[in-house]
């Protein structure tokens, strides 16, 4: 089964910083990467697919990167309504598809 | 306007049984692959269980299998996950999700979810 090391688990960061995310897969996954947002008490919002293309809708203020084994998700001017826990998630093989252990973004 | 409506959650003692359903409207629901994905409190996201647009095709994770059974009915827009022998760490937030791309023979993550369907279960 495919592992994904988010990192860090969690950060403390002030509006307008750039703030950046990695995951880690244990073996390599091309670019088979998603990234999700999720605030408290809400649904996951999906926002880039395939580690880099933006989801219909996001921000361009998010982007992803990477492929392979070591993936990042930007942020590059961090807005109050980003406050959020963010997840990778791996689309590499069959699912179960793994998630990220999240890494949680808070407000500095 | 997609959407995915969940129900069933609740109460339930352990080695009891629920069933979820998933009412999906605003989209062709035959098409696309569909998930369950629960939340422990406090916890991250857990992929539970994945079945194909035809319903041939059902995946597990290892802490359901055998115990979980997804199915769906295409007539009636709706998505099921039976859920047998429950043990106090299936208490979760339970979350229906459509997969992202229709038609390409993958399973290419959720791109609509919904509000999520609460199951506890203790004694």
């Known amino acids: 089964d495919i592992q994904l090391t988010q990192s860090p688990s969690s950060l403390s960061a002030s509006v307008g910083d750039r703030v950046t995310i990695t995951c880690r897969a244990s073996?390599?996954?091309?670019?088979?990467l998603n990234w999700y947002q999720q605030k408290p008490g809400k649904a996951p919002r999906l926002l880039i697919y395939g580690a880099s293309s933006l989801q219909s809708g996001v921000p361009s203020s998010f982007s992803g990167s990477g492929s392979g084994t070591d993936f990042t998700l930007t942020i590059s001017s961090l807005q109050p309504e980003d406050f959020a826990t963010y997840y990778c998630q791996e689309i590499y093989g069959d699912p179960p598809l793994t998630f990220g252990g999240g890494t949680k973004v808070e407000i500095k | 306007e997609v959407q995915l409506l969940e129900s069933g959650g609740g109460l339930v003692q352990p080695g009891g049984s629920l069933r979820l359903s998933c009412a999906a409207s605003?989209?062709?629901?035959?098409?696309?692959?569909m998930n369950w994905v629960r939340q422990a409190p406090g916890k991250g996201l857990e992929s539970v269980s994945t079945i194909n647009t035809n319903g041939f095709e059902t995946y597990y994770a290892d802490s359901v299998k055998g115990r979980f059974t997804i199915s769906r009915d295409n007539s009636k827009n709706t998505l099921y996950l039976q859920m047998n022998s429950l043990r106090a760490e299936d208490t979760a937030t339970y979350f229906c999700?459509?997969?992202?791309?229709?038609?390409?023979?993958?399973?290419?993550?959720?791109?609509?979810w919904g509000q999520g369907t609460v199951v506890t279960v203790s004694s």
């Open positions: 605003g989209f062709t629901f035959s098409n696309y692959a």
């Open positions: 073996q390599s996954i091309s670019t088979y």
């Open positions: 999700a459509k997969d992202h791309i229709a038609g390409n023979g993958r399973f290419d993550g959720c791109d609509v």
